[in-house]
């Protein structure tokens, strides 16, 4: 673990040299030279559909059904990168064409598209996928056709695909530090774990659970998991008021999340009585709740709107100038946004769009133009990242109150928390 | 009643025929394996599609919650090959190594009793049968013998399947949650994700298709069959005949319901895993509208109509997502209210009279008759409550 | 813990299983008046909810752009609207698609559900696919506290008097008005109703008009506690159909005393339970009894 974290600093003194050299331009001025010193008979070996000109790459998330509520900032971001990415002359010369599939939120479509998506259109790699259960859907596929997939969602570990990029944080990414903010900032000895009743919940809060008892010494005074879309919390917020919990820590998703916080304010459990810790709130998450009704509690999340930085002032006007001025960017918004970016500087690290060219070449990738800040991926294909502390403001924004000094590394098969 | 069966008799064995031939020849000729891969999964739900012809378009029941006997049928099976998956090498990783992945996610240290049989082919296939059929049973003999039908019927079994998807979801540690089974593998050892098993389930599930349609249409030509139909048409009368109305009733029902677990375990092996999504009212109700739209009075109309559904969606929504619910929604309206029989019916009052015409040259294309509009009965709908769409109109 | 304490939070719970009460008889209502009177079962019933939760969000955006001050009083305003609209929805719908479907009543359910797939597609197209949120009058928000300890959610206390009103008010117009009479006419014998000269189409279009209308109203009033988005009918609608099939689905008295058992059921065995398993024992319960009562708890007294 410390030799690790060595490295973390390592790269970041090494990022702060090159910060003065603005990665940008380097990329950008070959154009249209790399054509003809990439042709495509080297760079792809294995039938992918990539012309002289062209690469095709597939992007899959529900654009329809009940998960289109959340997918749409993905796909937005992921469309923005392309188009970026496409204005500066494109990957090794070609420029990137996409071939949106819709999941329609139904993870049986999500597999159906996939496969789709690599058997017949050959697409050299695949921005997709939101909730856990499409992805496990489609992983047997990407695995089983050697394809390869961009995720963006912070989700709950436990998975190592060969086949996977995840953009998005893992749950000890997520929760770890969180908790101990929690515990050293606010005090927090008691917790209340509430979660939407499903993988990713049921994981993130054992590992708070363990964590809590284990590491911080402190207690776990309730855990309580509601069917996914329910609307009724009344009975919940009585028996958080029973065991009077330092923090309210939760996880709760969808449509009950906007139930859950309208009738905590309802119930009178409000920012200044009530401390609470959320991993499942997100801008566009506030959207529904109303900023008033979340004002005062925090978020545990690698990224948030307002975070000031150069990468991320230019992220968000470039969102929106594209999308117009109400749109706004959530964490997976901004996970996905990387998704192409990665992909790009691994294929002109490979040399190659091969998958298994590009996957070789994608451990030790960093991103310095990331909106979040600066990422790397790690040998287990998940990103070091920073985690930060948001504040709930009544417009509906978060105010980074925290932020862990050193990136995070990613270990989606925590020893000690299962 | 002889009439009906004579039309019956009629016709019939052509269409079947041209059937297989497209579904046996045709298809794996003129399709790569990925497009033949996918009308394999279309023709399971197909299997569901000819379940509701006999169950809604005969027997006059409509039933919402076939998407549960599907799930059953493919769970079984899922819980057979997850179990193979998940030998102790491949599930080293894992705090409990041998189970399922998704037990080991939530806790579980050992398999739950009741996965045990599932370790066994045979107990499986006798599972995937007789899970469904049992259920089938209990929901349909409570009901019937009580008298409850119609709409009320419709929406309790909208019920069932609403509850089981709770269940499913909520039981996660036996049942794998909204994540449903995934990343199955292998039956018996052998891989069921290469091109040459692809094919191979594909004929499996053709066959069983073939046959069940040859099941049904000897249903249909039997004593049973025309029971059926008189008990749709006019149940009391039937009843006082001295028949046991529910039991004919149970007996659609429960056909129907195995009919979809077949459907559900073929849908499982060709596409290796299985999700509570399919358990759902979303599918159940548009499982009902391939058979609407293939005509539900048709057994081999059903499985047209079922093809010709899945190919819209899959082609629509890769480039109109948005068009397509409209469409979709259009197609349900447009089912409903204008071509009741569907494209069976559309086949009979339209394309049947002239290929009869010219083959007997001018013979009159009034014997075959049209579809009677749905008798306008002046009674409370209440009392029409049962009776479903009262069309004779026959085909196969 | 304290006497107090105990106490507190036993009139909370207590105000919980109310206030659960009041939503899932407001959101199962239109839907029994709709299948008691035409034994037609409303599948878009969802989306008519989800019309009047995006006329609140119209109404507070205008109002907030517009008229900044009225803020405070447009909901009730709001309200009245989304039974408007909704009725008129209603009410074109049972035009152009439910009024040739009486003979065929299992048909009208994949009608209807063409149309609440169309419809939810219309929301995404005109809404945009994200969820939004009203803004609404500060003087629903929150809890009123008469004591230390006692929090009574205010959101709660409206949807239970607004249920109160709305259910009275059908309950009055179905018994004492003359569409009341026209209605209980033509469930009673339609023919005969005919011959003595109730219009039975007119009153058949009202009454859906009406349960579509109730139902917006619903779907107004849960923008209080619940979500706003293209598929936030679908929410609830699970919910209203076991409500209405548990109650018997002829009777209005029927769904209330099943709303009533539902939530009582599920919010005290949620307060002893974890939510998953509470809910397990409230669908198990609904179960056994439809297996052992199919027609509901108040069967309706008409021959089959």
Redesign the interface.
């Known amino acids: 673990m410390s030799s690790k974290s060595d490295q973390s600093k390592m790269s970041l003194d090494r990022r702060r040299l090159l910060q003065g050299l603005a990665a940008l331009p380097l990329v950008s001025m070959s154009g249209l030279s790399f054509g003809q010193a990439f042709p495509t008979t080297k760079v792809n070996t294995t039938g992918l559909a990539i012309t002289d000109t062209e690469v095709t790459v597939g992007q899959l998330h529900s654009a329809t059904g009940t998960m289109a509520i959340s997918e749409t900032g993905s796909i937005q971001a992921e469309q923005l990168a392309i188009d970026e990415i496409n204005a500066m002359g494109g990957i090794l010369g070609r420029k990137i064409k996409v071939i949106k599939e819709d999941g329609a939120s139904d993870w049986p479509t999500f597999a159906e598209k996939s496969r789709k998506l690599l058997v017949n259109d050959k697409v050299a790699t695949v921005f997709g996928c939101w909730t856990s259960a499409s992805r496990k859907a489609v992983l047997p596929i990407f695995e089983k056709e050697n394809g390869l997939l961009y995720y963006p969602t912070f989700y709950e570990g436990l998975e190592q695909s060969k086949n996977v990029i995840y953009t998005g944080q893992e749950a000890t990414q997520q929760i770890i530090w969180g908790l101990d903010w929690a515990q050293k900032e606010k005090g927090a000895k008691k917790f209340f774990l509430v979660g939407s009743d499903y993988i990713w919940p049921r994981t993130s809060m054992k590992i708070a659970r363990k964590h809590i008892e284990n590491f911080q010494k402190g207690s776990v005074v309730g855990e309580e998991y509601y069917p996914l879309g329910n609307t009724n919390f009344n009975s919940l917020i009585n028996k958080i008021k029973i065991a009077k919990p330092d923090c309210i820590f939760c996880a709760v998703v969808g449509g009950s999340n906007v139930a859950f916080y309208k009738q905590l304010k309802a119930a009178g459990i409000t920012a200044n009585k009530q401390f609470l810790l959320t991993l499942s709130v997100t801008e566009d998450e506030m959207l529904g709740i109303g900023g008033e009704n979340f004002e005062g509690f925090y978020a545990s999340m690698k990224y948030f709107q307002s975070l000031e930085n150069d990468n991320n002032k230019k992220f968000v006007a470039a969102f929106k100038a594209k999308y117009g001025p109400k749109a706004v960017i959530g964490d997976v918004t901004q996970a996905a946004y990387l998704g192409p970016w990665l992909w790009k500087a691994a294929v002109e690290k490979a040399g190659s769009f091969d998958v298994d060219k590009v996957v070789a070449a994608s451990p030790g990738i960093e991103l310095k133009t990331a909106p979040e800040g600066y990422v790397k991926i790690h040998e287990n294909h998940h990103l070091w990242s920073k985690t930060r502390i948001g504040m709930g403001q009544a417009d509906g924004q978060f105010k980074v109150v925290a932020e862990s000094p050193e990136l995070i590394e990613p270990n989606p098969f925590p020893k000690g928390y299962q | 009643m002889n009439a009906i069966k004579n039309r019956v008799m009629r016709g019939g064995y052509g269409s079947f025929v041209i059937l297989a031939f497209i579904l046996i020849v045709a298809f794996p000729l003129l399709m790569d394996i990925f497009r033949l891969n996918l009308v394999g999964k279309y023709l399971t739900y197909g299997f569901v599609a000819i379940g509701l012809v006999m169950l809604w378009g005969y027997g006059g029941v409509l039933s919402l919650g076939q998407g549960v006997f599907f799930g059953l049928g493919g769970y079984a099976m899922a819980m057979f090959l997850k179990l193979e998956a998940s030998d102790p090498v491949s599930t080293a990783i894992q705090s409990t190594p041998g189970i399922p992945d998704f037990m080991d996610w939530n806790q579980l240290t050992e398999l739950p009793a009741w996965w045990l049989p599932f370790k066994s082919l045979p107990l499986t296939l006798i599972a995937v049968i007789a899970i469904p059929t049992l259920l089938a049973f209990i929901i349909s003999y409570a009901m019937f013998k009580r008298r409850v039908g119609g709409v009320y019927f419709a929406i309790i079994t909208q019920a069932v399947a609403l509850i089981l998807t709770v269940l499913i979801i909520g039981q996660q540690g036996y049942t794998g949650g909204v994540n449903g089974m995934t990343d199955l593998k292998t039956l018996m050892g052998w891989d069921i994700r290469t091109d040459s098993a692809k094919y191979i389930l594909y004929f499996i599930n053709v066959g069983l298709l073939l046959g069940s349609i040859a099941l049904c249409r000897w249903i249909q030509l039997s004593k049973l069959g025309t029971l059926l139909l008189a008990m749709r048409d006019k149940e009391d009368r039937v009843r006082f005949s001295g028949y046991d109305v529910s039991m004919f009733k149970v007996f659609a029902f429960c056909l129907a319901a195995a009919l979809s677990a077949i459907g559900g375990a073929m849908f499982t092996l060709q596409v290796g895993f299985m999700s509570p999504s399919f358990v759902g009212i979303v599918p159940s109700i548009e499982m009902v509208i391939f058979a609407a739209i293939g005509g539900r009075m048709s057994l081999i109309g059903a499985v047209y109509g079922t093809l010709l559904v899945n190919f819209g969606k899959t082609y629509f929504s890769e480039s109109f997502p948005d068009l397509w619910l409209f469409l979709m929604s259009a197609l349900f309206i447009s089912v409903v209210m204008v071509f009741p029989n569907g494209l069976a019916g559309l086949y009979e009052s339209h394309v049947k009279p002239r290929l009869v015409r010219r083959k007997s040259g001018s013979g009159p294309a009034k014997s075959i008759e049209t579809p009677p509009k749905p008798a306008a009965t002046p009674s409370t709908p209440a009392s029409d409550i049962g009776l479903g769409a009262k069309v004779s109109n026959q085909s196969a | 813990?304290t006497f107090d304490?105990i106490y507190n939070?036993a009139l909370?719970?207590g105000?919980?299983g109310l206030?659960?009460f009041a939503?899932l008889l407001l959101m199962g209502l239109g839907l029994a008046i709709i299948?008691g009177q035409?034994?037609?079962?409303n599948?878009a019933h969802g989306e008519f909810m989800t019309i009047g939760a995006y006329t609140i969000f119209l109404f507070s955006s205008l109002t907030e752009s517009l008229a900044p001050g009225l803020i405070q009083v447009y909901f009730p305003i709001a309200i009245v609207c989304a039974f408007l609209i909704a009725f008129a929805f209603g009410w074109l719908a049972e035009w152009a698609?439910i009024r040739?479907?009486?003979?065929?009543?299992?048909?009208?359910?994949?009608?209807t559900?063409?149309?609440s797939?169309?419809m939810?597609?219309l929301f995404?197209?005109t809404f945009?696919?994200?969820?939004?949120?009203?803004?609404?009058p500060d003087w629903l928000?929150?809890?009123w506290?008469p004591t230390e300890g006692l929090?009574i959610?205010?959101?709660?206390m409206f949807v239970l008097a607004l249920t109160v009103v709305v259910t009275g008010g059908v309950l009055l117009a179905l018994y004492k008005s003359r569409w009341g009479l026209r209605v209980r006419a033509?469930?009673a014998?339609?023919?005969m109703a005919?011959a003595i000269g109730i219009n039975t189409t007119r009153t058949d279009r009202l009454t859906f008009a009406i349960g579509c209308g109730v139902a917006g109203v619903a779907g107004a009033a849960?923008t209080?506690?619940?979500?706003?988005?293209?598929?936030?009918g679908?929410?609830?609608i699970?919910d209203a159909?076991?409500v209405?099939?548990f109650g018997g689905?002829?009777s209005l008295w029927g769904t209330v005393v099943s709303a009533f058992g539902i939530a009582q059921t599920?919010?005290i065995s949620?307060?002893f339970l974890?939510?998953?398993?509470?809910?397990?024992l409230t669908?198990?319960m609904?179960?056994t009894i439809?297996?052992?009562r199919?027609?509901?708890l108040f069967a309706?007294k008409?021959?089959?």
């Not at chain 3, 959610?153 to 709660?156: F, H, K, L, S, T």
């Open positions: 813990m304490e939070i909370m719970q105000f919980a206030s659960l939503v299948f035409m034994g037609v079962i599948m698609l040739h479907l009486y003979k065929r009543p299992l048909d009208t359910l994949l009608a559900w063409g149309l797939l169309g939810q597609q995404r197209s945009g696919p994200k969820e939004v949120s009203p803004t609404l928000m929150g809890s506290a929090d959610p205010i959101n709660g033509t469930v014998n339609r023919t005919n849960f209080t506690i619940g979500s706003t988005g293209p598929t936030s679908s929410l609830y699970v159909f076991l209405v099939t689905a002829a599920q919010s949620e307060f974890s939510g998953s398993n509470a809910k397990v669908l198990l609904i179960v439809l297996m052992l199919p027609q509901g309706a008409v021959r089959r």
